[in-house]
Every structure is written in C-alpha cells, then in structure tokens.
C-alpha cells in the first residue's frame, strides 16, 4: 500500500478550486497562489489544522496563516505559549520557526469566499491524513472551526455523533491521542467576538498542556 503524500504543490483536483487559482494568478501574478504547504516540524506534538489558505494571506504568501487578520492572534498565542520564536508572521521567508507544533488546513487551496465544498474537502483528505499519521503519540490535533474538525474526523474514520463539534471539547482518540476544538481565529469570530483573545488562549494553552509540550 502506497503512504500518501502529504503535499503536492502542483495539485489540481479540484475544478473549482484550480480555475479560481488561475483566476488569481492571472490578476496577481505576484502570489504564491498554488496549493500551500504545511508549516512546522514534521513530528509534531501539536498539529493545528485550520480551514484554507486566505486569497491575500496564505494564497498570497505561501505559508499558512501568513500575512491576514487570523494569523496575527495564531501566531501571537503560539509565541505567548512558547510554541514560536516570533509573534508575528510576515511571510514565508521570515525568521518564523515553530517549536513542537505544525499548522495545516483541511483544504490546501484557496477557495472562492473562503468556503470550500464537500468535495473540495473530501479531494485533499488523504494529504490531511498523512499529516495527522505524524502527530506523535500522545499528542494533540486542534481543530480550527467546524469544517477542520469535520475533516480530522474523516481523515481518522471517526463518526462525527461521537465527536461533537464545540468549542473547548476535548476528546480523548483511541490511540491515546487528543483532538481539541477551537472556533476559528478569523476576522469575522474576532471583531463579532464569538472568539476573544482570553478564549483562544485559554484553549490553546489547554491543548498545549495536554500535548505534554516541554517548557
């Protein structure tokens, strides 16, 4: 049995999703604006997965979370932990480095309205699974908002009645693993204050304790 890949820069799966891709390039030929790559130590204690790149931040840039409004409180709360040597993430080419942690995103490419399909999802499981075959046993997957989780749990074969969605749940993987749940760090939950600073610091800073990451 072949072990999937966990990235392929020159991806085209998904009609839409390549179409809109040509469509960006073409009107800025400066963007990365291919599927993005994952960032981080490829042994993690923590894989932090969140939804897709954003057109003029990961789509732009070619690192996730890099260059937008989600990735300031990301990296901010990485740096706050002790997860990164930096609290602010300008570009893929920066001084950034993570410590025991990987972030990724359930769809590698950037999707029109930042809102893929079903089948987008489903097209970019296998690298999602290759991903989380590398968290370390006894780690932590945190999930960024409803579809990252939804996809973790297709990636694992979990059934979702079994893992509910909410932000703060734990849930302990049979493998001795744990999957944590966050809303998503985007600009819409921050300035509508679904998620505040202190909440997403509190649940990181939990997920960070239960991957028993070393000060």
Not at 5 to 30: G, I
Not at 163 to 187: A, I, K, M, Q, T
Not at 194 to 207: D, E, I, N, P, S
């Amino acid at each position: 049995m072949l072990k999937a890949p966990l990235f392929d820069l020159h991806c085209r799966r998904c009609p839409r999703l390549a179409s809109y891709l040509d469509e960006v390039k073409e009107q800025y030929p400066d963007y990365h604006a291919r599927p993005v790559p994952s960032f981080g130590p490829k042994r993690p204690r923590l894989l932090i997965v969140g939804l897709a790149p954003g057109v003029h931040g990961a789509n732009r840039t070619g690192r996730p979370f890099t260059g937008d409004h989600a990735g300031r409180l990301l990296y901010e709360t990485l740096h706050g932990l002790g997860l990164s040597n930096q609290p602010e993430s300008v570009h893929r080419r920066d001084a950034l480095k993570l410590h025991h942690c990987r972030i990724t995103n359930a769809v590698k490419c950037v999707p029109p309205q930042n809102k893929p399909v079903g089948s987008e999802v489903r097209n970019c499981n296998d690298f999602l699974a290759a991903e989380l075959a590398a968290v370390a046993p006894g780690g932590v997957i945190f999930a960024l908002g409803g579809v990252a989780h939804g996809a973790v749990l297709k990636a694992l074969a979990l059934k979702p009645k079994d893992f509910p969605f909410g932000h703060g749940n734990e849930h302990r993987l049979d493998d001795g693993r744990w999957l944590v749940d966050s809303y998503h760090c985007s600009r819409y939950n921050t300035q509508t204050r679904r998620l505040t600073t202190a909440m997403f610091r509190r649940v990181m800073g939990r997920a960070r304790t239960l991957a028993k990451i070393p000060r």
